[in-house]
Every structure is written in structure tokens, then in C-alpha cells.
């Protein structure tokens, strides 16, 4: 699937409407954002938010964000988003994204890797 400036656009508005959301405790707007398969997956937004909050800190509360270039992993439209995590651990989130029948963007996962950090 292409991408266009205008859907790059769309999804990074979408992740970063994402963690406003979980900044504010905004479990209703966080599971909103979130495709049709991971709401069925987690039933209800506080269920979403609890596991949110225990199993991805660095998404839950980050000390900072930096959008990468988006890029295709098997198939699927990927937003890679450098964080900071509150324990000042780098990780790059792997957003997968889902193009919806109406046209707007929804997160399909979200996956942690780490970050090797280089010294110069």
C-alpha cells in the first residue's frame, strides 16, 4: 500500500493525539484512536489503559518523542517513534497502522524495540 504526504500527515496526528490522551489520563480518546481489532482485543478503554500503563511505559508517560520516516513492515504502514522512557531509556516504538473504510488512520499495534546507543 502507497502513503501519501497526506495519510504521513494523518498518522502522526492520530499517534501523537495518542499520547496527549494517555498524558491525561484520557483512556476514552486513547481507545478511540485505536483500530476496530484492538478495541474488540481489549473490550473497553480502561482495560486498554491498564495495559497500556504497565506494559509500555515509555508510550504511557515518554520524556520525549521524535517521529521518524514512515516505512513498510510486511505490509503494513509503520510510523517508527523514537521515545525516551521515564527511566531515560531510548526505545523506538513501531506503530502499525490501519487505513479505515471512511479514509482516517487507527493504530493497529505497537511494538517496543530497543535503541543501541552509539558513544563519539
Given at each position: 500500500m502507497e502513503a501519501t504526504d497526506n495519510d504521513f500527515i494523518a498518522i502522526r496526528s492520530v499517534i501523537e493525539r495518542q499520547l496527549?490522551?494517555?498524558?491525561?489520563?484520557?483512556?476514552?480518546?486513547?481507545f478511540a484512536?485505536?483500530?476496530?481489532?484492538?478495541?474488540?482485543?481489549?473490550?473497553?478503554?480502561d482495560n486498554f489503559m491498564r495495559?497500556?500503563?504497565?506494559?509500555?511505559?515509555?508510550?504511557y508517560r515518554p520524556r520525549s518523542v521524535f517521529f521518524e520516516k514512515i516505512t513498510t513492515i510486511q505490509d503494513n504502514i509503520t510510523q517508527p517513534v523514537l521515545l525516551l522512557?521515564?527511566?531515560?531509556?531510548?526505545?523506538?516504538?513501531l506503530y502499525f497502522m490501519e487505513k479505515q473504510q471512511d479514509e482516517s488512520?487507527?493504530?493497529?499495534?505497537?511494538?517496543?524495540?530497543?535503541?543501541?546507543?552509539?558513544t563519539i
Open positions: 496527549e490522551a494517555f498524558q491525561k489520563d484520557d483512556a476514552q480518546t486513547a484512536l485505536a483500530s476496530p481489532g484492538i478495541r474488540e482485543q481489549f473490550q473497553n478503554a495495559m497500556v500503563s504497565i506494559s509500555y511505559p515509555a508510550v522512557a521515564p527511566d531515560g531509556k531510548p526505545l523506538r516504538a488512520w487507527k493504530i493497529n499495534g505497537c511494538i517496543l524495540v530497543s535503541v543501541e546507543a552509539e
